[in-house]
């Protein structure tokens, strides 16, 4: 925004550079001698009467008054008198659009275009009196259509009074010609200073806002203040309450001059402590404090006096300014020449207004004869410092971002770490609860393992007396074989139900045993290897004439030379194979009739280690998908589908976990599909063989 600003600022000053540029070829600058009556006002109608006398006064310049003719103590330019010159106008029809500009002067002033012994007003700023008492004074530019009809040779004649002001007289020249040409001129000069106001406000504003936004920016903020001043300095020179009221007082000049000064006193303090904001420097600093104090006291003297006096001195202030700037230049020129970049530009800055000020010094001492220059070394340097602060906001600016981009690589860092340990914890509340569920499932163990406890010894005691019942009934029936009572023949099927009581009975007891284990969480001991084929066979047989009766139908499909040995008991795989039967004919006997195949066959695990690989499927109703997530934890049961105590399988996987192996229950579009896996340890053969029985 401060660069697009200051764009717009360059091009009102392009703007007024255009307004003060040569005059039009049309345009007349009606400078040079003048005839001069010293201490009079001649009445307009003797003005044709006037005749050139020995007395003249280069225009422009501050006049000097004879001393016969001063009316207020000694100072030259304190009276007034009548000026004069004659000229020829135009004839024809370039008299009809005929001007005079009156550029604005420190004092009060009329103006006569006198024509065959006729005197026309055609100009009147303020009250012009040869009194002090009556003469008001109004600074303020005027741009007027000579009278039609007038051409050949006239008499111009100017009045000018001053009694206030200590620089008075003809200090502009008049301009005649074109109107249209004078008043394009004079519009352009007003473009110009109205949009130096308005951008200097803009400035100003934007400076503000940015103080207020970031209060660290003490530089931005005296900047601020910087143009602030200026603008209302702008709105004084351009004369903008002359111009917005004809109404004229002498404690309104006064008032007005006094602001017009006040705003050059502060002007330039506050451009210093601008200063040492960018460049900080102990000589600047203390610089800054030595134009403050004179401010302070030339102040008091604006304020207290009137502007014959504070104007008069105010050739030692602007000395005293020079003074400033110039030390504040050395320093800022030492620290840019030690690699303060920022020292540079500020000089840069600064050299307009220090090159202005020295003019306004000679001319205040009247050495040249050139339009005051401090509100355009201001301006400049307020341009020039605009541009530094600029850099200095985009610096800024590219800092920022850096560091937003290297802030939001580290949230981006921070918040991927807060997500793996989000996901950490998350993982951790998952194995909490996997272990409050696993000591839940503990104590419910532990309170199976007392009831077991009980149970042990009145389970076993009563299957002790069935199995001795059936060692003495074989006994008693070998003696009667002996003694020729019996015959063979007859005690065979007594025999093969003795025999089948023995396994019974064994089956129950590793039951209760591995109950037992179950609720005390013990690992299985280490066992010699057994051949796996006929601890499965068995099992298949048992089930078999256990449903010789039914429509029930169990195949067997294994290699037929089959070597495989593994590191678990008969028991234990009996039992798992006995659960797994056990459930698929549960499952199919509520429609009484089903397929039960038993597929075994070798893989090789991930591990490169031999395995043994049982596949119980039967073509039943399945496992409802609600209990497949939870089929194998303790008590879990399908009721006339499954395992009815909801512990066979449980039972069966903690068997297989401690083998080393596992048993899952497989995905399938009909019935159930278990697989049980059996780490080998022995010979492998790979030749399959088909059984099915009925």
Same mark, same amino acid.
């Given at each position: 925004?401060?660069?697009?600003?200051?764009?717009?600022?360059?091009?009102?000053?392009?703007?007024?550079?255009?307004?003060?540029?040569?005059?039009?070829?049309?345009?007349?600058?009606?400078?040079?001698?003048?005839?001069?009556?010293?201490?009079?006002?001649?009445?307009?109608?003797?003005?044709?009467?006037?005749?050139?006398?020995?007395?003249?006064?280069?225009?422009?310049?501050?006049?000097?008054? *004879?001393?016969?003719?001063?009316?207020?103590?000694?100072?030259?330019?304190?009276?007034?008198?009548?000026?004069?010159?004659?000229?020829?106008?135009?004839?024809?029809?370039?008299?009809?659009?005929?001007?005079?500009?009156?550029?604005?002067?420190?004092?009060?002033?009329? =103006?006569?275009?006198?024509?065959?012994?006729?005197?026309?007003?055609?100009?009147?700023?303020?009250?012009?009196?040869?009194? *002090?008492?009556?003469? @008001?004074?109004?600074?303020?530019?005027?741009?007027?259509?000579?009278?039609?009809?007038?051409?050949? %040779?006239?008499?111009?004649?100017?009045?000018?009074?001053?009694?206030?002001?200590?620089?008075?007289?003809?200090?502009?020249?008049?301009?005649?010609g074109a109107y249209s040409t004078l008043a394009q001129r004079t519009l352009l000069g007003m473009l110009w200073g109205a949009?130096?106001?308005?951008?200097?406000?803009?400035?100003?504003?934007?400076?503000?806002?940015?103080?207020?936004?970031?209060?660290?920016?003490?530089?931005?903020?005296? +900047?601020?203040?910087?143009?602030?001043?200026?603008?209302?300095?702008?709105?004084?020179?351009?004369?903008?309450?002359?111009?917005?009221?004809?109404?004229?007082?002498?404690?309104?000049?006064?008032?007005?001059?006094?602001?017009?000064? +006040?705003?050059?006193?502060?002007?330039?303090?506050?451009?210093?402590?601008?200063?040492?904001?960018?460049?900080?420097?102990?000589?600047?600093?203390?610089?800054?404090?030595?134009?403050?104090? &004179?401010?302070?006291?030339?102040?008091?003297?604006?304020?207290?006096?009137?502007?014959?006096?504070? $104007?008069?001195?105010?050739?030692?202030?602007?000395?005293?300014?020079?003074? $400033?700037?110039?030390?504040?230049?050395?320093?800022?020129?030492?620290?840019?020449?030690?690699?303060?970049?920022?020292?540079?530009w500020a000089i840069l800055g600064w050299l307009p207004l220090g090159v202005a000020a020295l003019l306004d010094v000679l001319k205040s001492q009247d050495?040249?004869?050139?339009?005051?220059?401090?509100?355009? %070394?201001?301006?400049?340097?307020?341009?020039?410092?605009?541009?530094?602060?600029?850099? !200095?906001?985009?610096?800024?600016?590219?800092?920022?971002?850096?560091?937003?981009?290297?802030?939001?690589?580290?949230?981006?860092?921070?918040?991927?770490?807060?997500?793996?340990?989000?996901?950490?914890?998350?993982?951790?509340?998952?194995?909490?609860?996997? &272990?409050?569920?696993?000591?839940?499932?503990?104590?419910?163990?532990?309170?199976?393992?007392?009831?077991? #406890?009980?149970?042990?010894?009145?389970?076993?005691?009563?299957?002790?007396?069935?199995?001795?019942?059936?060692? @003495?009934?074989?006994?008693?029936?070998?003696?009667?074989?002996?003694?020729?009572?019996?015959?063979?023949?007859?005690?065979?099927?007594?025999?093969?139900?003795?025999?089948?009581?023995?396994?019974?009975?064994?089956?129950?007891? $590793?039951?209760?045993?591995?109950?037992?284990?179950?609720?005390?969480?013990?690992?299985?001991?280490? =066992?010699?290897?057994?051949?796996?084929?006929?601890?499965?066979?068995?099992? +298949?047989?048992?089930?078999?004439?256990?449903?010789?009766?039914?429509?029930?139908?169990?195949?067997?499909?294994?290699?037929?030379?089959?070597?495989?040995?593994?590191?678990?008991?008969?028991?234990?795989?009996?039992?798992?194979?006995?659960?797994?039967?056990?459930?698929?004919?549960?499952?199919?006997?509520? !429609?009484?009739?089903?397929?039960?195949?038993?597929?075994?066959?070798?893989?090789?695990?991930?591990?490169?280690?031999?395995?043994?690989?049982?596949?119980?499927?039967?073509?039943?109703?399945?496992?409802?998908?609600?209990?497949?997530?939870?089929? +194998?934890?303790?008590?879990?049961?399908?009721?006339?589908?499954?395992?009815?105590?909801?512990?066979?399988?449980?039972? #069966?996987?903690?068997?297989?976990?401690?083998?080393?192996?596992?048993?899952?229950?497989? *995905?399938?579009?009909?019935?159930?599909?278990?697989?049980?896996?059996? *780490?080998?340890?022995?010979?492998?053969?790979?030749?399959?063989?088909?059984?099915?029985?009925?």
């Amino acid at each position: 925004m401060t660069q697009r600003a200051l764009l717009c600022l360059s091009f009102v000053c392009a703007l007024g550079c255009l307004s003060v540029a040569e005059a039009s070829p049309d345009v007349r600058r009606l400078d040079g001698t003048w005839n001069v009556s010293w201490g009079q006002l001649v009445e307009p109608t003797s003005l044709h009467t006037l005749a050139p006398g020995a007395d003249t006064l280069s225009v422009p310049s501050v006049w000097d008054i *004879p001393e016969q003719y001063r009316r207020v103590g000694s100072n030259p330019t304190l009276g007034c008198a009548t000026l004069w010159r004659d000229m020829t106008l135009p004839i024809g029809r370039a008299s009809r659009d005929m001007g005079l500009y009156l550029p604005e002067l420190d004092s009060a002033s009329r =103006v006569y275009l006198v024509a065959s012994e006729r005197a026309y007003l055609i100009h009147a700023v303020g009250q012009v009196s040869c009194e *002090p008492a009556t003469e @008001v004074p109004l600074w303020r530019a005027q741009l007027e259509r000579l009278p039609e009809g007038l051409s050949g %040779g006239v008499r111009l004649v100017w009045q000018i009074s001053n009694h206030h002001f200590v620089r008075g007289g003809p200090v502009n020249a008049p301009e005649l010609g074109a109107y249209s040409t004078l008043a394009q001129r004079t519009l352009l000069g007003m473009l110009w200073g109205a949009g130096l106001m308005g951008l200097l406000l803009v400035l100003a504003l934007y400076h503000f806002s940015i103080t207020y936004q970031r209060r660290e920016e003490t530089a931005s903020r005296y +900047f601020a203040l910087l143009c602030l001043i200026l603008a209302i300095r702008q709105g004084v020179v351009m004369r903008l309450f002359e111009r917005l009221s004809d109404h004229a007082t002498l404690e309104g000049f006064v008032w007005r001059d006094r602001i017009e000064y +006040f705003t050059m006193l502060f002007a330039v303090v506050v451009a210093l402590r601008f200063l040492a904001e960018c460049v900080p420097s102990t000589w600047i600093r203390r610089t800054t404090i030595f134009a403050a104090a &004179v401010a302070v006291v030339y102040g008091a003297v604006i304020l207290f006096t009137d502007p014959i006096v504070f $104007a008069g001195l105010v050739g030692w202030y602007q000395a005293a300014m020079v003074v $400033a700037l110039i030390i504040s230049m050395v320093e800022g020129l030492r620290l840019a020449m030690a690699g303060n970049r920022m020292a540079g530009w500020a000089i840069l800055g600064w050299l307009p207004l220090g090159v202005a000020a020295l003019l306004d010094v000679l001319k205040s001492q009247d050495l040249i004869d050139i339009p005051y220059a401090s509100t355009y %070394g201001l301006i400049a340097m307020a341009v020039i410092q605009g541009v530094v602060l600029a850099r !200095r906001f985009a610096d800024a600016s590219r800092t920022a971002e850096r560091l937003t981009e290297n802030l939001k690589e580290e949230v981006a860092i921070q918040t991927d770490a807060l997500q793996s340990q989000k996901d950490q914890a998350l993982a951790l509340l998952e194995e909490l609860k996997t &272990v409050q569920s696993q000591l839940i499932e503990a104590g419910r163990l532990a309170t199976v393992g007392r009831i077991s #406890s009980g149970l042990a010894h009145e389970l076993r005691n009563p299957l002790n007396i069935s199995q001795g019942g059936a060692e @003495v009934i074989e006994e008693s029936m070998n003696e009667l074989l002996e003694a020729g009572q019996l015959d063979e023949g007859d005690v065979a099927p007594i025999r093969k139900a003795l025999a089948m009581i023995q396994r019974g009975g064994d089956r129950v007891n $590793a039951l209760i045993s591995r109950i037992q284990e179950l609720a005390e969480a013990r690992e299985g001991t280490s =066992v010699d290897p057994i051949e796996a084929l006929p601890a499965i066979r068995s099992v +298949f047989d048992f089930v078999n004439e256990s449903l010789s009766n039914s429509d029930i139908r169990y195949s067997l499909s294994a290699p037929n030379d089959a070597d495989w040995m593994m590191r678990l008991s008969n028991t234990a795989i009996s039992q798992v194979m006995l659960n797994l039967f056990t459930n698929a004919q549960q499952a199919l006997q509520a !429609r009484g009739y089903g397929h039960v195949t038993v597929t075994c066959r070798e893989e090789l695990r991930e591990d490169k280690t031999a395995c043994l690989v049982i596949d119980v499927c039967d073509d039943g109703p399945g496992v409802p998908e609600e209990l497949r997530a939870t089929l +194998f934890e303790p008590f879990v049961s399908g009721h006339t589908t499954l395992d009815r105590s909801g512990m066979g399988l449980a039972i #069966s996987r903690q068997i297989m976990t401690e083998a080393g192996g596992s048993l899952t229950l497989e *995905p399938t579009s009909v019935g159930a599909h278990f697989r049980v896996v059996v *780490p080998l340890d022995g010979v492998r053969a790979d030749l399959p063989l088909s059984s099915t029985r009925h």
